[in-house]
């Protein structure tokens, strides 16, 4: 029968579903191949060449977003705007795709003149969302402060979550979730000081990058 356009009444359409393994990490690649054989006679032993094709998947990436939330104690009513010794509060939420992420870090490296403070909160926003460092809140005791750069401002540039680039951050980071219309976040929220310092001057931007890294095994 027609199975409608692009294709004729002479076409033999199978759909098949194919399920991911919860064990799956991001930007892996996944390829499989269908292919047929048939003949012109009744003879099966006496087939025409085999035809193929292949299709891939690529599993997708976490996607991160970061945005400056609070200026403190906010001397000046545009809210982009700080002064020397003001404490700035960014939140940063990444989607975790399903799947696994192993061995996780977290890190935001300051622009020179900003000190990280400490972090206020970390929040997942569904229970599929597990660690291998125990629970969440486990992975606090991962986190870390170092300095980036040279002389004073560079102090405390740099929070971390593992700060070794062996050491244990969010962990593995498995999302058993299975429903893609629903986006499982990772949520954080930390503080950076703007330091008395020559780099900061007048109109002067303050810039930092957050990034979250996975190594698979």
């Known amino acids: 029968g027609s199975v409608g356009a692009p294709y004729s009444t002479d076409t033999a359409l199978l759909t098949l579903r194919c399920t991911l393994d919860s064990s799956v990490e991001p930007r892996q690649s996944y390829r499989n191949e269908a292919g047929v054989t048939w003949t012109s006679v009744a003879d099966p032993s006496q087939p025409f060449t085999r035809v193929s094709d292949t299709a891939s998947v690529v599993i997708a990436d976490p ?9 403190t104690p906010g001397y000046r009513s545009p809210a982009l705007e700080a002064h020397i010794g003001e404490l700035l509060t960014y939140e940063v939420v990444i989607e975790v795709p399903e799947g696994t992420a192993s061995r996780v870090r977290f890190q935001d490296i ?11 909160a970390l929040n997942v926003s569904s229970p599929d969302l597990t660690t291998s460092e125990g629970s969440f809140a486990d992975v606090l005791a ?14 405390a540039r ?41 780099n900061n001057v007048q109109n002067r931007r303050r810039l930092n990058q957050a990034r979250w890294l996975w190594q698979p095994v």
């Open 63 to 71: 996607v991160i977003s970061k945005r400056l939330v609070s200026i």
């Open 110 to 120: 300051l622009q020179s003149g900003l000190a990280a403070g400490d972090v206020l």
């Open 142 to 155: 991962n986190l870390g402060f170092s300095s980036s750069g040279g002389g004073t401002p560079a102090i």
């Open 158 to 198: 740099r929070l971390v979550f593992g700060q070794g680039n062996n050491d244990n951050g969010f962990g593995t980071v498995t999302n058993s979730n299975t429903d893609n219309g629903v986006a499982e976040t990772i949520t954080l929220r930390y503080r950076a000081r703007l330091l008395n310092s020559a």
